[in-house]
């Protein structure tokens, strides 16, 4: 299962929520567009059109977003926020946003903080906890031969490769993960999930029901909000399971 839970659970809570995460990916992508429209030549656009494509993203949806963004067409102007803090059980929680209003963001993420036992903090009260890597999945299937796909993943610049339950997880340096992701997708393989995250080197394992019910709880208001992008925990277990 790991951090990232199975891809069937994290499917299914998508497709709970695909109207939201179409307002989210659209303003990945507005802000990644405005250092160029051309995905050839912007790899943070590229991906955020990638991510919007696997939740099947209707293209005009896509394009207008672009547009948005290389101001083509008018829209609002979005901030990236990321706050740092401390959940129940000293679980440690990065939140990343995109707003065109701190004021109301920030108070959002610092009340639901509150009202389920947490703690928001200064920047970097807990980021020393996590790394950034290159993280893409790829569903087990009966086609795949683990030996093969770690060479590849290997030999196209990846650190590493983690079995999952139902996924290969492959783990690579940021500035790695393009090559990686695109040997990967020439190669055939079909990519469930990726993108440059926050990986935790010390993780926190609460033992208290309580208290793993209201972390869940709390992670799931945070990331129906529409200005958060991602939610990033250092939590041993897997909160999309309870």
């Not at 991906?47 to 293209?59: D, G, T």
């Not at 996590?130 to 030996?147: A, N, V």
């Amino acid at each position: 299962m790991g951090r990232h839970g199975t891809i069937a659970g994290r499917k299914a809570a998508q497709d709970s929520k695909r109207a939201a995460l179409f307002t989210k990916y659209a303003r990945a992508i507005t802000v990644a567009a405005k250092d160029g429209g051309d995905p050839e030549y912007n790899a943070s656009l590229r991906l955020a059109i990638e991510k919007a494509k696997a939740i099947s993203m209707p293209n005009d949806n896509i394009n207008r977003a672009i547009k948005k963004g290389t101001g083509e067409l008018a829209g609002e102007t979005y901030e990236e926020l990321s706050f740092e803090g401390y959940g129940l059980a000293g679980v440690a929680v990065i939140v990343e946003a995109l707003t065109d209003n701190k004021n109301r963001t920030t108070s959002a993420v610092r009340s639901t903080f509150d009202k389920y036992g947490g703690n928001l903090g200064a920047p970097g009260c807990v980021s020393y906890m996590f790394s950034r890597k290159g993280i893409i999945l790829i569903e087990k299937t009966d086609d795949i031969e683990e030996d093969t796909l770690l060479e590849a993943a290997l030999e196209a610049g990846a650190d590493d490769m983690v079995v999952n339950e139902d996924s290969f997880e492959i783990v690579t340096d940021p500035a790695a993960y393009t090559d990686v992701h695109h040997a990967l997708s020439d190669a055939g393989y079909e990519i469930s999930e990726s993108d440059i995250e926050y990986v935790p080197s010390m993780e926190a394992t609460p033992t208290d029901p309580h208290d793993i019910k209201m972390l869940g709880k709390m992670i799931e208001l945070l990331e129906d909000n529409d200005d958060v992008q991602k939610v990033y925990t250092n939590c041993a277990i897997d909160l999309y399971e309870e």
